[in-house]
Structures are given as C-alpha cells and as structure tokens.
C-alpha cells in the first residue's frame, strides 16, 4: 500500500488521526497522497469506507480520486466536488430542515440572468447576457449592493457606432471558482 510513495507522500498517507495539511504544488502527487491515506486508514480498520467522503474542486479530479480509492481497495469511499457534496446535503436536509420541495437550482448563471431579463422585457444578445452575468458576479464577490453599484462602476466607455463595450470587469464564471479582472 506505501510503497512507491515518497517520505512526504508517505508522512500523509500514515498520518491517520487528527488533521493534515497538504501545502505542495501542482503535479506533486497531493492527491496520490491524500488517496493512499484513506485507502491505508480502510485497510487499517481506522476508517469506515461508507464514512469518509473526499472532497475536491472539479468533476475530472473526483472521478480520478474515486477511481484511485477503487484500484486501492477502498471502492465504498465517496469523492465528489465541493458543489455536489453540499447539493447532496442540501437534498437530504432540506425536508427536515425547512420543509417542501427544494427551491429550483439552476445549472448556468446566464440562464436566471437571461429569464430575468425576459421578464423586465430587456433584449439582451448572448455577449450582453454574458457581460451583465460578469457584472453581477463582480458585485457579488466585492460586495456591492445595487445601491452602491452607480458610484463603483465605471463610467461608460466611449464607443464607435456598431461597437460593442466590453466591461473592464468582465469575467468568465465557472461553477467552481470566481475571479475578476483588474
């Protein structure tokens, strides 16, 4: 089970109790680790496979670590996204929590922008719909109210006839991650 691990890759994987901070760079084997570690706490009988869960960023990264955890034998050990690991939750403590149905999750936030914008009857093109989204995420993540919105955004860049303004803080949103552009 530890061979072919380094002594840091190692040092992680026999750590068993208590928590454990992983601070190394891209393509260092954090996750062959971290993988080899619940594998050994399985083997161990320290760890019980139905209750561990393995969290990480995207869905190529879970899969991967699923299948790791698979190859060494601790196949009941769930890895999911940090997203699908709180919607789970979310689904399962919902009715007990709160009550009634789950409120409707949207999968694109473009999507709720663009019906918003049909409902306000705003035409928006796909570039625009993808800059207001843009937007909104730049005010979510500075935390700027609608209130305050005016005063910090920039004034309107002047264009030429037929050209469209890009906003300086448009970015693109991904699920599982928000950046903004100076």
Known sequence: ML?????????????LHGPVCVLAGA???KTRAITHRIAYGVRAGIL???SVL??????????EMRGRLRQLGAGGVQAR????????QLQYFWPKAVGGDLPR?????????????????????????????GEIEWAKVTQTVPGDYPAAAPSPAVTSPGTRRRSPRSTRCTSSSSATAP
């Open 27 to 29: 393509g260092t084997g």
């Open 105 to 133: 999750l949207v999968e694109r936030k473009i999507q709720l922008v663009a019906e918003a914008a049909a409902r306000c009857r705003v035409r928006l093109d796909r570039n625009e719909l993808r800059d207001v989204t």
């Open 3 to 15: 061979e072919g691990l380094d002594p840091e890759q190692r040092a992680v994987a026999t750590a």
């Open 48 to 50: 019980q496979p139905a």
């Open 54 to 63: 393995a969290v990480t960023f995207t869905n190529r990264a879970a899969g």
């Open 81 to 88: 996204t940090f997203h699908s690991a709180a919607l789970r």
